[in-house]
């Protein structure tokens, strides 16, 4: 059977698949985790997007170890400045 087609396929957990299934794969492309760093920096820029004044501190692994949890970081921080805001006036 001569089919013609895509697959992509993605995992946090690539030790829970099967090695066989890994056999079939004709490229593996790796992403490894982001630094503190580099979190670091991502966090600075969604800060900005909120218009965040000030230091913000982002969490040591593991609270934050991906992008998805510095934005959901700064995206908190961001609700209570508003909240805060809103409640003193």
Known sequence: LQTRGVVIATSNLPEHLD??????F??????????????VNYAGKIKKRFGLKGHLTLPKRPAT??????????????RR????????R
């Open 19 to 24: 090695l066989a299934l890994w056999r079939r």
């Open 26 to 39: 004709d490229l593996i492309l790796r992403f490894p985790q982001p630094t503190q760093n580099e979190l």
């Open 65 to 78: 170890k991906s992008y998805a949890d510095a934005e959901k970081f700064v995206e908190a921080e961001a």
């Open 81 to 88: 400045v508003a909240l805060t805001e809103i409640s003193h």
